[in-house]
C-alpha cells in the first residue's frame, strides 16, 4: 500500500510524513492517534499508518502532537478525515505553517487551509464550467 494520512482535528492540516517536510512544517510529522478503545499512539509519522513504528487504526482519531495538546487532550472524538495529499503530496509552501503556540493560532491556521482549499474548488469549476458572468 501506499503513502496515505489523516487531517488533523485541530488545524486540518494533513499529518506529514518526515520525508515531506521541511524546517517550517517539521512539527506536522508529530502526532497523535487516539483508536475508538482509548488507545493512544505518540510519534512521528512514517507516511504509512505508523507513529514511532506502531500502526493505529484507519478510524482513529488524529492531531498533530501541537494541535492536540493546545486543544487540551481531548479523547476519541470519531474517524479522522483521510488527506487528499497523503501527507506527502503536495504543493512546496501548502504546509509552511509555523507551529502554534495558543489556540488562536491554531483556528487561524486551520481557517487559512479552508480559504486555501476554498479558492482552489472555484479556481477549478471556473475552469471545467467556464467563468459564470
Not at 10 to 24: F, M, V
Not at 37 to 52: E, M, P, S, V
Not at 68 to 80: E, F, I, Q, T, V
Not at 89 to 105: I, K, S
Request: aromatic residues 12%; negative net charge.
Amino acid at each position: 500500500m501506499g503513502f496515505f494520512s489523516y487531517n488533523c482535528k485541530g488545524c486540518g492540516h494533513s499529518l506529514l510524513s518526515g520525508y515531506a517536510t521541511n524546517a517550517i512544517n517539521r512539527w506536522m510529522t508529530d502526532g497523535v492517534a487516539i483508536q475508538r478503545d482509548g488507545a493512544l499512539f505518540y510519534g512521528g509519522y512514517d507516511g504509512y499508518g505508523r507513529l514511532d513504528g506502531e500502526e493505529f487504526a484507519d478510524d482513529s482519531t488524529v492531531w498533530h502532537d501541537a494541535c492536540w495538546n493546545l486543544s487540551g487532550r481531548p479523547l476519541y472524538d470519531g474517524a479522522s478525515e483521510c488527506s487528499d495529499d497523503q501527507g506527502y503530496f503536495f504543493d512546496a509552501g501548502a504546509h509552511d505553517e509555523d507551529e502554534p503556540t495558543t489556540v488562536e493560532e491554531m483556528h487561524a491556521i486551520k481557517l487559512r487551509l479552508t480559504v486555501a482549499h476554498e479558492l482552489r474548488r472555484r479556481s477549478y469549476t471556473s475552469k471545467t464550467q467556464g467563468d459564470p458572468k
